[in-house]
């Protein structure tokens, strides 16, 4: 799914984005990604997904097998948690970015003519006069 499948054809700006705008210097921009990554969408709640979900299952395999297979089967869980959730909330914003420019653009558009306006601000019953 491609960003210029999303903005094309639709005439409603993409929403604004609280992140810091790329300064080219990658590390640089991974640090201010890391700092921000609360105000990415979704972000927040796929890592701590991920996490609680490479917990439990490192807990689990923990019992059963060594330390070392534990925790790769915990950093498994957890990209996989995280990615595939993360992937899921993007697609539905994605969606509902679509339905929402579907909407508003389906919508009767109002065009107001200046002569309405005009005959609108004089009173139309006062034509006798005192």
């Known amino acids: ?5 999303v903005s094309s054809g639709s005439s409603i700006p993409p929403p604004p984005s609280k992140l810091p705008s790329p300064t080219g210097n990658w590390f640089v921009d991974a640090y201010q990604s890391v ?10 709640n796929s890592l701590l997904g991920g996490i609680a979900g490479g917990l439990g299952i490192g807990i689990v395999r923990a019992m059963s097998a060594s330390a070392f297979v534990a925790g790769n089967w915990a950093c498994a869980t957890f990209v996989l948690i995280s990615f595939g959730s993360f992937q899921i909330c993007q697609n539905r914003l994605a969606n509902e970015r679509k339905s929402v420019t579907r909407v508003i653009e389906s919508m009767p558009r109002r065009v107001v003519k200046q002569a309405d306006d005009q005959d609108s601000s004089t009173p139309s019953g006062s034509t006798a006069s005192c």
């Open 1 to 5: 799914m491609s960003s210029s499948n």
């Open 35 to 44: 700092i921000h990554v609360g105000d990415i969408p979704c972000a927040r």
